[in-house]
Nanobody, 116 residues
Framework: QVQLVESGGGLVQPGGSLRLSCAASGSSFGIIEMAWYRQAPGSQRELVAAITSGGSTRYTDSVKGRFTISRDNAKISVYLQMNNLKPDDTAVYYC??????????WGQGTQVTVSS
């Protein structure tokens, strides 16, 4: 089983930046993709960005050009640099890992609030 621990959330003004981090431990060998999802109150959880072990990335349209996902394979960690944040980005952000043998694992979530 893979354990995921997120950090880096908080309160930021519109136009500001935050960097989220997610570190994996446990049976983390063979993780093929790591991703960030978010869930706002009353909404479904949605994919924000994902990155494969080979470095391929994808983003939801609303964050393209503002968010950047990156990965450190040696540390088995994934990061989400969020720039030009908007109130609509307010949500709980979750880290997800998909492994060949470990299946899907989720972190506990970190709150991001964008407000003046």
């Amino acid at each position: 089983q893979v354990q995921l621990v997120e950090s880096g959330g908080g309160l930021v003004q519109p136009g500001g930046s935050l960097r989220l981090s997610c570190a994996a431990s446990g049976s983390s060998f063979g993780i093929i993709e790591m991703a960030w999802y978010r869930q706002a109150p009353g909404s479904q959880r949605e994919l924000v960005a994902a990155i494969t072990s080979g470095g391929s990335t994808r983003y939801t349209d609303s964050v393209k050009g503002r968010f950047t996902i990156s990965r450190d394979n040696a540390k088995i960690s994934v990061y989400l640099q969020m720039n030009n944040l908007k109130p609509d980005d307010t949500a709980v952000y979750y880290c997800k890992a998909t492994g060949i043998s470990s299946g899907t694992s989720w972190g506990q979530g970190t709150q991001v609030t964008v407000s003046s």
